[in-house]
């Protein structure tokens, strides 16, 4: 039988946990359940010895992605889930995901919709990012950031290294996954109000998910992404030297700007995708 180790990846969290623990406790009674405290400040620690929890502490903030690094590391369980510490997770959807996962699939990812976004803004982010996923890996991405998921071990282990310390570590792991041909499930769930204040920082973390839109290509098939770019710097490079030649009867420096930049952006996809096989290949 498999074993289970759920790992919540916590920062201030302890008015969460104090709750959020006896349940999934209740919940789940044989897996093996590890914060990962992530340089809190408050009670976390004193709130997991008292639900008889395993606690990982670091002593600064190292970020998400880290913290689901650390407890990926250091589970013993061959099937993983990861869930939120701030009580947006309902422990009672920790079974309904793993009887998904049993049905052959190596992720499975608990999908919100749209009344539980944190936000008008993250929703309309996510539904971007959602539909880019979709777009580049042809399968439906009904939620490519969610925090929720159960994954197997040793597949998700492959990709530990790839993971960011901050928050995306969701959107690159569920593209190397797609990436790889290994099956991801989703499935929907409800997520509450968060207790306590996100660590969300709204002009910051806004330049971080406009990255993630580029993760997104570079993480499954640059060429997705560079070879539509290319095509439309060299159509506009004809179409400025259509324009010039009917009206000045010659070739600018514009024309020949536009083509040279579809070449050069066309080759930076070549690379690019010479570089995440590399990135993905399993020695023998």
Known sequence: MSRLSIILPAKNEAQALADLLPRLREAQPEA?????????????????????????????????????????????GDILVFMDGDGQHDPADVAHLLAKLDEGYDMVVGARDWGSQ????????????????????????????????????????????????????????????????????YLPIKAAQRVGKSHIRPLRDGVRFLLIIFKIATLYSPLKLFVPAAVLFFLLGCVNYAWTFIHEGRLTNM??????????????????????????????
């Open 118 to 185: 944190a936000g008008v803004g993250r929703g309309v982010a996510n539904t971007l990012y959602n539909w880019l996923a979709s777009r580049m890996t042809g399968h439906p991405v009904l939620d490519l950031t969610s925090g929720f998921r159960a994954v197997r071990a040793g597949k998700f282990r492959e990709f530990i290294h790839l993971l960011p310390n901050g928050f995306s570590y969701p959107t690159t792991s569920t593209m190397a996954f797609f990436r790889s041909a290994y099956p991801v499930a």
């Open 32 to 76: 093996e359940i590890i914060v990962i405290d992530d340089g809190s400040t408050d009670d976390t620690r004193v709130v997991c010895a008292t639900a008889g929890v395993e606690c990982l502490s670091s002593p600064y903030s190292m970020g998400n992605g880290a913290a689901i690094k650390r407890g990926a590391r250091a589970a013993s």
């Open 255 to 284: 024309s020949t700007l536009l083509w040279s930049a579809a070449v050069i952006v066309f080759l930076i996809g070549l690379v690019s995708e010479q570089i995440t096989a590399l990135t993905y290949r399993r020695d023998a």
